[in-house]
């Protein structure tokens, strides 16, 4: 049992929004889109919750085609959206019971499971208070919860922690950790690489509209290097000193250019040096070629680097 994307596409006029997005997605595993602004994440979200009707692909479901079958999909998927759509004059259950309306689902055979899902989620103290008395993590988790109400396999969440605070953020979280040890399947928009690296099992950056890379959130930083250094010769570092730098050290054997950040050079190293060796030869290096160090920084890669050298290719 799984979901099964394969190939979407979506164009708006003269722009691709998708070409080609395909994924497959295993219940208890996290998903998350990443990429820019107008990568294509939300025209994906949107297919996915049935929103937008896509041009071409397949959305399957345990082997079940359900792109020309929007009420099963919507059966299929709980949506978490980045922008709140709730009536603050509304009671936590009125919400709910409202959902349960849009979702035409009857509220007394759901009575009991919105109840039990306020609760579950920390807000049976509140349940009777106006929404609009809320703080921002406890809309968050009410929105969760009608997200849940139908019972939903799969839960698509569109930057779900977004201007929390840190506690609210790390309930956010623990819920949907809860919701992938029960079995759902999590597919999650951010620009949060905590977020990511905290609960995806698989990662895919989206480029406009293209698949750059995916892969698991390890696999993805090994392929980049076993070791990201960022090297400046100056506190400003110029074109000049960027270029004579990179010129130095694309001559390496073990070490890639990466690209050139904003003030510093960016290499990945891939050899097996532990870091104390790498930072005695990108000095003795510099050095000898007559480079000032103004600043070493070694580490291991995160899944920042991993996005940001991924979109950025490579020079
Ligand atoms: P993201 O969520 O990654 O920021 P979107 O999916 O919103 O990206 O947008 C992808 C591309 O499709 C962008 O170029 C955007 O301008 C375009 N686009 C999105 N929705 C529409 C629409 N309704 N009409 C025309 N163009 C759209």
Not at 20 to 42: D, M, T
Not at 105 to 121: K, T, V
């Amino acid at each position: 049992m799984s979901l099964e994307v394969s190939d979407l596409q979506k164009r708006y006029k003269d722009v691709e929004a998708l070409s080609g997005l395909s994924f497959s997605l295993a219940p208890g595993k996290a998903l998350a889109l990443l990429g820019p602004n107008g990568a294509g994440k939300s025209t994906a979200i949107k297919i996915l919750t049935t929103l937008v009707r896509p041009d071409a692909g397949k959305i399957a479901w345990d082997g079940r085609d359900l792109r020309n079958d929007p009420a099963a999909l919507r059966d299929l998927v709980g949506y978490v959206s980045q922008e709140l759509a709730m009536d603050k004059v509304l009671t936590a259950v009125e919400f709910m019971r409202f959902t349960a309306g849009l979702l035409h689902l009857p509220w007394r055979a759901h009575r009991e499971r919105a109840l039990a899902l306020i609760d579950q989620l920390g807000l049976s103290e509140a349940k009777d208070r106006r929404v609009g008395d809320y703080s921002g993590g406890m809309k968050r988790r009410l929105d969760l919860a009608a997200a849940l109400l139908h019972n939903p396999k799969v839960l698509i969440l569109d930057e779900p922690t977004t201007g929390l605070d840190i506690e609210a953020r790390e309930l956010i979280w623990r819920l949907i950790e809860q919701f992938k040890a029960d079995g759902g399947a999590v597919i999650l928009a951010s620009h949060d690489f905590q977020e990511v690296q905290h609960l995806a099992d698989y990662v895919l950056i989206l480029e406009q509209g293209k698949v750059g890379a995916q892969g698991g959130p390890e696999a993805l930083k090994q392929a980049l290097g076993r070791w990201i250094v960022r090297f400046s010769s100056h506190e400003f570092m110029d074109a000049d000193a960027l270029a004579a730098a990179k010129a130095v050290f694309a001559e390496q054997a073990g070490y890639r250019v990466l690209d050139q950040e904003v003030r510093c050079l960016a290499l990945a190293c891939s050899n097996d040096a532990d870091m104390g060796a790498v930072h005695e030869h990108v000095f003795a290096t510099a050095t000898r070629a007559g480079l000032p160090v103004f600043s070493l920084n070694i580490q291991h890669p995160n899944l920042e680097d991993v996005y940001r050298f991924s979109l950025r290719g490579e020079s």
